[in-house]
């Protein structure tokens, strides 16, 4: 069946709906995101209690997601601030790969 995963061992059978819905995409977006700016934290060398100020330029497939980040995941990584903004100026500004079809820039400041 389209959309479904279907596996089974002697008389159980096990099926799954693997169809990715709008909200879970987003999710998965948001969840690859973070883990991308957790990346960029460790490579720039900061302590797990440094508080950062993002700013993400706004990109069409990941501005839902982005606006989960801001609410629910930026307290998680220390964001005391996260803006999505329309241009990027910051000479700091590096790329983020969200995933193989989606990148942004975001520039990652600590904050003393």
């Known amino acids: 069946m389209p959309g479904w995963k279907v596996a089974n061992n002697g008389?159980?059978?096990?099926?799954?709906?693997?169809t990715l819905s709008t909200q879970l995409?987003?999710?998965g977006l948001?969840?690859?995101?973070?883990?991308r700016i957790q990346n960029l934290r460790?490579?720039?060398?900061f302590e797990v209690t440094d508080k950062i100020a993002?700013?993400?330029?706004?990109?069409?497939?990941?501005k839902n997601s982005l606006i989960t980040i801001k609410i629910i995941f930026a307290p998680k990584f220390?964001?005391?601030?996260?803006?999505?903004v329309d241009s990027m100026q910051s000479p700091e500004a590096v790329t983020v790969v969200v995933d193989d079809n989606i990148?942004?820039?975001?520039?990652?400041?600590?904050?003393?």
């Open 25 to 27: 995409r987003e999710e």
């Open 11 to 18: 008389s159980i059978t096990v099926a799954l709906d693997v």
């Open 30 to 35: 948001a969840r690859e995101f973070v883990n």
């Open 103 to 112: 990148s942004t820039w975001s520039p990652l400041i600590k904050l003393k």
């Open 78 to 84: 220390l964001a005391t601030s996260l803006e999505i």
């Open 54 to 62: 993002l700013s993400v330029l706004t990109h069409a497939e990941i």
């Open 42 to 45: 460790k490579d720039k060398g």
